[in-house]
Every structure is written in structure tokens, then in C-alpha cells.
């Protein structure tokens, strides 16, 4: 697999991690932990002493209006918030790739629909490549530019 000319073969760990951000489907088993801290973890010690740091976390806040829960540890979010928080922390991160396993599990209806159109808007208008598994061909079919289908793996 090659991102941007680069082999991810033989990279280290941090070099991935200019090049994908990942967000998972389960939440991590940390709790008390306020929303800014959550996505300042998108990205390295040094970068939070930048001028421009707070500015693209403010940015990010306000493009996923995550405003209102700002005040809230992550054990007090819904499920789509908490996944529209981890979204955030990716952006943060600043890769040109965005990998997320199933980001719709355990989401009602409307915050499945607001998580999609979410991810299609991040790959349309951020020049990412926004990847995602999913069992769910109904919003694979409606929202995704590109589909794979895969029966099995051997």
C-alpha cells in the first residue's frame, strides 16, 4: 500500500501516523476526559504550543458544531456525538488519509445519517480520502463515491 509515494511497508509507526488517522468503533476505556483534551490528542506535544493550534481546533469545533459539548467529559456523549468528537480528533491529526471501521455501529438512524453525510463532505471538500468499513449497504449505497464489496477473505 502506497500513500502519497510512500510504502507503508517499512515505515515507522509515526510516519503512519502523518499519513492515516484512524477512528475506531468502540470508545476508549478512559473516561473523565473533556472534549478539547480528546482532540488535542490528534496530533504531537510540540504542535499544541502554536499559535495556529488553537486556531484549527476552533475550526474544527465550529465546522462540526461541536460547540455544546464542550463543557461534557466523553462518558457523557451520546454515541454519535462521541463519534463526531473522534472525527474531529482525525482532522486534527492532518493526514491525507482517514481510516474508520464501521462509523456507524451502535448509531440511531439520524445520527447515522449525520455521521455519512459528515464523512462524504470531509472527502469532497478536505482533499482526504476517507475510507470506511461497513455493514450497512443502504448508506454505503447513498452516501459512498466508491464501493467494494467483499464476500469473504481468505
Same mark, same amino acid.
Given at each position: 500500500?502506497?500513500?502519497?509515494?510512500?510504502?507503508?511497508?517499512?515505515?515507522?509507526?509515526?510516519?503512519?501516523?502523518?499519513?492515516?488517522?484512524?477512528? #475506531?468503533?468502540?470508545?476508549? /476505556? *478512559?473516561?473523565?476526559?473533556?472534549?478539547?483534551?480528546?482532540?488535542?490528542?490528534?496530533?504531537?506535544?510540540?504542535?499544541?504550543? @502554536?499559535?495556529? #493550534?488553537?486556531?484549527?481546533?476552533?475550526?474544527?469545533?465550529?465546522?462540526?458544531?461541536?460547540?455544546?459539548?464542550?463543557?461534557? $467529559?466523553?462518558?457523557?456523549? $451520546?454515541?454519535?456525538?462521541?463519534?463526531? *468528537?473522534?472525527?474531529?480528533?482525525?482532522?486534527?491529526?492532518?493526514?491525507?488519509?482517514?481510516?474508520?471501521?464501521?462509523?456507524? /455501529? #451502535?448509531?440511531?438512524?439520524?445520527?447515522?445519517?449525520?455521521?455519512?453525510?459528515?464523512?462524504?463532505?470531509? /472527502?469532497?471538500? $478536505?482533499?482526504?480520502?476517507?475510507? #470506511?468499513?461497513?455493514?450497512?449497504?443502504?448508506?454505503?449505497?447513498?452516501?459512498?463515491?466508491?464501493?467494494?464489496?467483499?464476500? @469473504?477473505?481468505?
Amino acid at each position: 500500500i502506497s500513500i502519497q509515494g510512500n510504502t507503508l511497508l517499512g515505515l515507522q509507526p509515526i510516519e503512519i501516523a502523518k499519513l492515516i488517522s484512524v477512528v #475506531f468503533t468502540q470508545r476508549p /476505556a *478512559v473516561n473523565g476526559i473533556d472534549i478539547i483534551t480528546l482532540l488535542e490528542m490528534g496530533t504531537y506535544p510540540h504542535q499544541k504550543e @502554536s499559535s495556529s #493550534f488553537q486556531e484549527k481546533i476552533n475550526k474544527i469545533i465550529g465546522e462540526l458544531q461541536l460547540e455544546h459539548l464542550l463543557s461534557k $467529559s466523553i462518558e457523557n456523549l $451520546s454515541d454519535g456525538e462521541f463519534q463526531k *468528537v473522534m472525527i474531529g480528533r482525525a482532522l486534527v491529526q492532518e493526514t491525507p488519509v482517514i481510516l474508520l471501521d464501521e462509523p456507524t /455501529a #451502535f448509531l440511531d438512524y439520524v445520527a447515522k445519517e449525520e455521521v455519512m453525510s459528515l464523512l462524504r463532505d470531509i /472527502a469532497h471538500n $478536505s482533499n482526504k480520502l476517507v475510507l #470506511f468499513s461497513s455493514h450497512d449497504l443502504t448508506l454505503v449505497e447513498k452516501y459512498a463515491d466508491e464501493k467494494w464489496i467483499l464476500d @469473504s477473505i481468505s
